[in-house]
T-cell receptor, first 117, second 112 residues
């Protein structure tokens, strides 16, 4: 069973540009969540999608957005990049139980490492 | 405020030694607690899950404990190996809100 796939793995952008990251969840997983990880900050929750709808959102500015497609694949976009956006962006998928509750394990991808110059 | 605090921030031990990582939480209501291991440059991988009624659970050389009364969990690593060098992240799920609260992690280095 294929794991969570994130693309691209590495990318370099300059301030003011925008970036789109992609995440393909494990087959059958309908919940996809995104996280930002910087040294010393731990994992910071960005947002979670289920059935193409954003269910939860973290405390990030509106420059960070995402979406989920009907096949559960997800993308996140960061516009007007700032130096502080340099980080590892992790995507995770999980099974969703009856009623849409999410009690299961998160399966993470390898991440997309973004460097903003 | 719902928080998860992990200690120590970092730890260095010699190969073959044991160690214990701590996780204290103030999340309410509590649903479950997971420990994840994150190797450098990789995504986290779940080691174990603890629910309210469970006190101890083992996964090979990893043993997790949970004290729901004091809201504390620990991860004990026995006979450490070089491959145990990683960050260990404690994640608590808040019941009813479908939210996860992440600890900042403990960075473990196992030296030969």
């Amino acid at each position: 069973k294929a794991g969570v796939t994130q693309t691209p793995r590495y990318l370099i952008k300059t301030r003011g540009q925008q970036v789109t990251l992609s995440c393909s969840p494990i087959s059958g997983h309908r919940s996809v969540s995104w996280y930002q990880q910087t040294p010393g900050q731990g994992l910071q929750f960005l947002f979670e999608y289920f059935s193409e709808t954003q269910r939860n959102k973290g405390n990030f500015p509106g420059r960070f957005s995402g979406r989920q497609f009907s096949n559960s694949r997800s993308e996140m976009n960061v516009s007007t990049l700032e130096l502080g956006d340099s980080a590892l962006y992790l995507c995770a998928s999980s099974l969703v139980g009856a009623g849409g509750s999410n009690t299961g394990e998160l399966f993470f991808g390898e991440g997309s490492r973004l460097t903003v110059l | 405020k719902n928080q998860v605090e992990q200690s120590p921030q970092s730890l260095i031990i010699l190969e073959g030694k044991n160690c214990t990582l701590q996780c204290n939480y103030t999340v309410s209501p509590f649903s479950n607690l997971r420990w994840y291991k994150q190797d450098t440059g990789r995504g986290p991988v779940s080691l174990t899950i603890m629910t309210f009624s469970e006190n101890t659970k083992s996964n090979g050389r990893y043993t997790a404990t949970l004290d729901a009364d004091t809201k504390q969990s620990s991860l004990h690593i026995t006979a450490s190996q070089l491959s145990d060098s990683a960050s260990y992240i404690c994640v608590v799920r808040q019941g009813g809100y479908n939210k996860l609260i992440f600890g900042a992690g403990t960075r473990l280095a196992v030296h030969p």
